[in-house]
């Protein structure tokens, strides 16, 4: 069974950093596309990017794309969401999902065979 869990997520402040980290477990996570959703109260989830398996070509959503850097490390399983210059508008729960299929954009949860449970990000003005 493939589990994915997300860590890193807290409170922080405008004009901060973080990194957000996906471990995958149970499956073969170099054969995974990697995304990153996230869905802030009372809004629909929306993705934030996606990582490709084997070339690591990577897609941004508008919003994050100048201030955002994913990436992953095929040794550890562990796929990785950068977010620079946080804004209040950042705050929301974030999620990562794996596909077996996908091979580029990623932009539709149903493009996903996998998800995690997700972890908060909440930025403070």
């Known amino acids: 069974q493939v589990q994915l869990e997300e860590s890193g997520g807290g409170l922080v402040q405008a004009g901060d950093s973080l990194t957000l980290s996906c471990e995958v477990s149970g499956g073969f996570f170099v054969k995974y596309t990697m995304g990153w959703f996230r869905q802030a109260l009372g809004k629909e989830r929306e993705w934030v990017g996606t990582?490709?398996?084997?070339?690591?070509?990577?897609y941004y959503a508008d919003s994050v794309r100048d201030r955002s850097t994913i990436s992953r490390d095929d040794a550890k399983n562990v796929a990785y969401l950068q977010l620079n210059s946080l804004e209040p508008e950042d705050t929301a729960v974030y999620y990562c999902?794996?596909?077996?299929?996908?091979?580029?954009?990623?932009?539709?949860?149903?493009?996903?065979?996998?998800w995690g449970q997700g972890t908060q990000v909440t930025v403070s003005s």
């Open positions: 990582i490709t398996y084997a070339s690591g070509r990577t």
């Open positions: 999902a794996g596909s077996l299929a996908l091979r580029a954009y990623g932009i539709r949860e149903d493009e996903y065979d996998f």
